[in-house]
């Protein structure tokens, strides 16, 4: 039975808590950031967790975690 490799590019994006969350980076913060208000730019610099659905697709992308 061969070792199940990690997907390097998930391991970079997410992280996954003690409880089993996994935890990303808010999308929207790279540019056009002008337009923006200062109360949206402040809430995406905090992370946020993926529901339940998305979560065990990326759960099944890093093994070792």
Same mark, same amino acid.
């Given at each position: 039975?061969p070792?199940?490799?990690?997907? $390097?590019?998930? !391991? %970079? *994006?997410? =992280?996954?808590?003690?409880?089993?969350?996994?935890?990303? @980076?808010?999308?929207? &913060?790279r540019?056009?950031?002008? $337009?923006?208000? !200062? %109360? *949206?730019k =402040?809430?995406?610099r905090?992370?946020?967790?993926?529901? @339940?659905?998305?979560? &065990?697709?990326?759960?099944k992308?890093?093994?070792? !975690?």
């Amino acid at each position: 039975m061969p070792k199940i490799k990690t997907k $390097k590019a998930a !391991s %970079k *994006r997410y =992280r996954i808590t003690k409880n089993g969350r996994i935890v990303i @980076n808010k999308r929207g &913060k790279r540019h056009l950031l002008t $337009k923006k208000s !200062s %109360k *949206r730019k =402040r809430s995406l610099r905090q992370p946020g967790t993926l529901k @339940n659905c998305e979560a &065990k697709r990326i759960i099944k992308m890093l093994p070792h !975690s």
